[in-house]
């Protein structure tokens, strides 16, 4: 008698399946890579700078020279557009990254160490939490003045928060598990059980927050740049572009048209890609 077993599949196998039935979050995974390209191979797509200014021409409508048309100083607005991405996307990336690093790690060693030590790294982390984010950067401003680092410090010095309350309270869970206590009857260090454990254990919700965690630091990076926080010309953002089409949106209304859009594209299609991550990594909704 011939017996055939059902072959098992994985979690993320799984949620990949589940993933790509998702029709809102594979549209947002496209526009992402789309301009995500094209802010990359900018000087491929466009031949200007993005400092490039002819004054005797000033704000033109877009026109087949140039397609989305030139803001004041003549300068093109698709590249500036362009090269703007990349700094939006550079912040949203590498701010995610530190808010992360900072975030799992202090997340997962208050949860797993408990009493004292959870109660005494959670209240620091409410007075921070306390302290107005505004504030921090302009002191940041005045004691070291505007740069692209000082732009990550500042946004992931804040981000890592709610990642850390998130990892602390999946890890509280987690450390109730068989696999957990047996990890600790074996005599294994806390740092080789937060590490080989008990991360590798919450990369589901690490995976979600991230991709909901990226538009919130454009978001941020753009609100900074319209107060001048932010980057500074000659350099491009899409906030620093959106705060210049607000001052002339009456004269020149594609100056502000163009940069809200891609910034609300890429927004709404991160934020989808993360609910279709949510739905996919979470096992209810799997069909038996």
Not at 23 to 36: K, N, Q
Request: proline share 4%.
């Amino acid at each position: 008698m011939h017996i055939e077993f059902e072959q098992g599949t994985s979690l993320w196998h799984d949620a990949w399946i589940r993933l790509r039935k998702s029709r809102p979050a594979l549209i947002g995974a496209v526009c992402v890579l789309v301009l995500v390209l094209l802010a990359v191979f900018a000087p491929v797509v466009t031949s200007y700078s993005y400092e490039e200014q002819d004054l005797s021409i000033g704000a033109t409508g877009p026109g087949a020279q140039h397609w989305l048309g030139t803001d004041i100083l003549g300068r093109d607005l698709l590249t500036r557009l362009l090269y703007g991405g990349r700094i939006s996307f550079l912040v949203g990336v590498a701010a995610t990254a530190v808010s992360l690093l900072i975030g799992v790690l202090y997340g997962a060693i208050a949860g797993f160490a408990g009493k004292r030590t959870d109660t005494v790294m959670m209240r620091i982390v409410d007075i921070i939490y306390a302290f107005p984010f505004t504030i921090f950067v302009i002191i940041l401003v005045a004691l070291y003045g505007r740069n692209i680092v000082l732009l990550f410090c500042a946004i992931g010095a804040v981000e890592w928060l709610t990642m850390a309350r998130i990892i602390r309270g999946q890890v509280q869970s987690l450390k109730k598990q068989e696999f957990i206590e047996a990890a600790v009857a074996m005599g294994l260090s806390q740092r080789r059980i937060i590490l080989r454990h008990v991360i590798p254990n919450v990369l589901g919700p690490v995976i979600v927050y991230t991709t909901l965690t990226i538009p919130q630091v454009m978001l941020m990076e753009a609100f900074l740049s319209f107060l001048g926080l932010g980057v500074q010309p000659p350099m491009s953002s899409w906030g620093l572009l959106i705060k210049e089409g607000v001052e002339w949106m009456e004269e020149y209304p594609w100056l502000l048209i163009f940069p809200g859009l891609a910034l609300s594209i890429t927004l709404f299609s991160l934020n989808f890609i993360g609910d279709g991550l949510r739905d996919a990594l979470d096992p209810r909704t799997s069909k038996d």
